[in-house]
């Protein structure tokens, strides 16, 4: 009797092996395969993110433009210099002619110098007090 228990619990536990097995199995083929859809899933996302995303061809390109108005801003902010530069002259000119300002020779020698030439240019009379 023995024997025959033995095997029967043998053949029993075989049996109970095999179908934890067969299951296990299963499950794993089931969860490889769900891994094997999420990962074409994900390689589906990257490629139309990878798309989307910024390349170093739009990354020069960006650096392209930002160069180029770099220099536009450069160039505009010297010509509203010089566009200052000739509005001042053009104020100090019509200041000169309008109040002509003779600096004392004993002061300033090369400003009276300066100024006597301007008087001369423009063809003034100069009373040198002598």
Do not use: C, F
């Not at 210099?81 to 600096?103: F, Q, T, W």
């Amino acid at each position: 009797m023995l024997s025959t228990d033995l095997s029967t619990i043998a053949l029993l536990l075989m049996l109970g092996l095999t179908v934890g097995a067969t299951i296990s199995a299963w499950i794993a083929a089931r969860v490889a395969y769900r891994a094997e859809k999420y990962a074409e899933g994900m390689g589906e996302w990257m490629s139309l993110n990878n798309e989307k995303s910024l390349t170093m061809k739009g990354i020069s390109e960006i650096n392209l433009q930002l160069a180029d108005h770099d220099d536009l801003l450069h160039s505009t902010i010297a010509s509203l210099k010089r566009l200052h530069s000739r509005s001042g002259m053009r104020e100090l000119r019509e200041k000169r002619k309008v109040n002509p300002e003779v600096p004392d020779p004993r002061e300033d020698p090369e400003g009276w110098k300066r100024a006597m030439r301007l008087k001369l240019n423009a063809g003034a009379h100069i009373d040198r007090g002598d």
